[in-house]
Nanobody, 125 residues
Framework: QVLLVESGGGLVQAGGSLRLSCVAS????????MGWFRQAPGKEREFAAA????????VYADSVKGRFTISRDNAKNTVYLQMNSLKPEDTAVYYC??????????????????WGQGTQVTVSI
């Protein structure tokens, strides 16, 4: 069992930055690949970024590539999402998820076994 708790969301103007954090419970954090997904009102949950168990591999959605950076600190059981040059269309609830290292696609939500409660990000014009 892995419990995930996100933080760092908030209200920011377009062009601004936020850093999201997701802290995991348990002693096996380093055995999971981690992902960030987001869900806007009336839309399905969509992939944003993911990182391998050791941070050696990362993948991003085209919509955030070049603006968002995912990273992890296994000593702190934490994964981060640095979000720069934010746009109004980035407004959503952001969720972190954990998937086993032998899971399938990094980008599909159904490959993730555990989810946090989400943190709201609102980008104003």
């Amino acid at each position: 069992q892995v419990l995930l708790v996100e933080s760092g969301g908030g209200l920011v103007q377009a062009g601004g930055s936020l850093r999201l954090s997701c802290v995991a419970s348990g002693r096996t954090f380093s055995s999971y690949r981690m992902g960030w997904f987001r869900q806007a009102p009336g839309k399905e949950r969509e992939f944003a970024a993911a990182i391998s168990w050791n941070g050696g591999f990362t993948v991003y959605a085209d919509s955030v590539k070049g603006r968002f950076t995912i990273s992890r600190d296994n000593a702190k059981n934490t994964v981060y999402l640095q979000m720069n040059s934010l746009k109004p269309e980035d407004t959503a609830v952001y969720y972190c998820g954990a998937a086993g290292i032998y899971s399938g696609s990094y980008t599909m939500a159904n490959q993730y076994n555990y989810w946090g409660q989400g943190t709201q990000v609102t980008v104003s014009i």
